[in-house]
Each structure stands twice: as structure tokens, then as C-alpha cells.
């Protein structure tokens, strides 16, 4: 009855207030429901990798092999992979570009081998010990429709994966400027067209095959039609 009282006096107004309150609660209740569906879609197409290093210890180089394999049921685009290897403030980066833009299949994987020796002795590392070196592993992925993108990190001295959303600045920007050096190289290019040079050895060498070639040409013609 009090409830009664209370919407008989200015009820109107009370009325309008009960139901703003009303649609707020649903558009909560609805604004909930929408985010747990776009959880939902993103988990299932969110790309899973797993990834694991084979450092050849009984050298002590600072070489080895890595593999990324997809553990997800959807296939999963390779947006961007590096490869870092630290000697004490020494770093050396290795990146993967034919494999951007590469679908990797479910339960397939992607095996390299790196060998960061010869680099490491042109500046002057020469002793090699167990744990000398630490390697990094980044690879950026996203799923077909690049809606759900994540970058993955692992180090292979702390055996760590990490997942984290988006993708670094460096990726960023390397995406963001590759249209306008393309667009820079079209245009230098149409103004200075590259010019192959040769050597004078093999100058002399096509100017040679080119003569025997029309030599041979012209003995055909000169050899008339053939007698029937």
C-alpha cells in the first residue's frame, strides 16, 4: 500500500523516474552480456603459440635452434619474429621478414636454426661458458582477420612465456612507415632508374654469346629453303 501511496502522489513523475531507473539496468545488464560475448569470440580465436629453445650446450656457442608451433585450433598469422641474443652488454637481433604475413596451420610448427658465432667474434667475443649467452624470442601474431592481436616473449634462460595484448611500438612503426618507403622507392626509381653494371670479363663474355648467336642466326637464313 505504501508503494501504491507513493505513485499516487505526482505520480508522473515518480513513474518516470522508476523507469529510467529500469533501462539503466538493463542497458548494465546488456552492456555485461555484450562484453562477455566479445570475451567469448576473442578466446576463440585468439592465436596460441608455444615455443621452445635447443641451445647447443656442449659447445658453448652461442647457436642453437628454436621452434613456434600453433596449438590453437585456428590458424594464426605471424605478423613479426625477432630473434635477440645477449653477451653481456652485447646484443645482436635477427628478424624473420619472409616469414611476415605467414599462416601457420594448426598443431603445425615453424623450426630455425641461428648461429650468432661469427658476429659475436668480429667484436671480439672469443671465450664461450655455459650460460654466456641469453636468448629472447618476440613473435607478434593475430588471428586471420587480425581482430585479436598478442605478442609473445620468451626467454630461454628463465624458460618464461609471456602473453601481452597488442604489439610493440617497433612493429608499430616498422607498419606504419613500409607504404611510404615503397612509395619513396617507386618515385627515386622513376627519376634514376638502377643501371646493371658488368665487369669487363663479363662484359666481353655476353658481347661473345651474343655474336655466336647472330652468326647462327644468319647462317639459317643464308641456307635458303630446304630442297624437296
Given at each position: ?48 603459440l ?105 626467454s ?60 647462327s ?12
Amino acid at each position: 500500500m505504501w508503494l501504491f501511496d507513493w505513485l499516487t502522489k505526482q505520480g508522473a513523475a515518480r513513474a518516470t523516474v522508476i523507469l529510467v531507473f529500469i533501462t539503466a539496468w538493463y542497458a548494465f545488464l546488456t552492456h555485461r552480456m555484450a562484453k562477455a560475448m566479445n570475451r567469448q569470440t576473442r578466446a576463440m580465436i585468439q592465436p596460441v603459440l608455444s615455443m621452445d629453445f635447443d641451445i647447443e650446450k656442449e659447445e658453448f656457442y652461442p647457436k642453437g635452434r628454436f621452434e613456434v608451433k600453433n596449438v590453437g585450433a585456428q590458424p594464426v598469422l605471424i605478423l613479426n619474429m625477432r630473434l635477440g641474443c645477449r653477451i653481456h652488454d652485447m646484443a645482436l637481433f635477427d628478424e624473420y621478414k619472409f616469414y611476415e604475413r605467414h599462416i601457420l596451420p594448426p598443431s603445425e610448427k615453424m623450426a630455425f636454426k641461428f648461429d650468432f658465432t661469427e658476429r659475436y667474434q668480429k667484436k671480439g667475443a672469443t671465450v664461450w661458458s655455459p650460460g654466456f649467452a641469453s636468448f629472447n624470442l618476440e613473435v607478434v601474431t593475430s588471428d586471420l582477420g587480425e581482430e585479436v592481436i598478442l605478442t609473445y616473449r620468451y626467454s630461454a634462460y628463465w624458460r618464461i612465456l609471456t602473453v601481452k595484448k597488442g604489439m610493440p611500438l617497433r612493429v608499430h612503426w616498422k607498419f606504419f612507415s613500409t607504404p611510404f618507403k615503397q612509395w619513396y622507392y617507386r618515385i627515386l626509381y622513376k627519376f634514376n632508374p638502377p643501371t646493371v653494371k658488368f665487369s669487363d670479363t663479363e662484359t666481353l663474355k655476353r658481347k661473345t654469346r651474343r655474336w655466336a648467336w647472330l652468326k647462327s642466326k644468319s647462317s639459317r637464313h643464308d641456307s635458303g629453303p630446304p630442297e624437296t
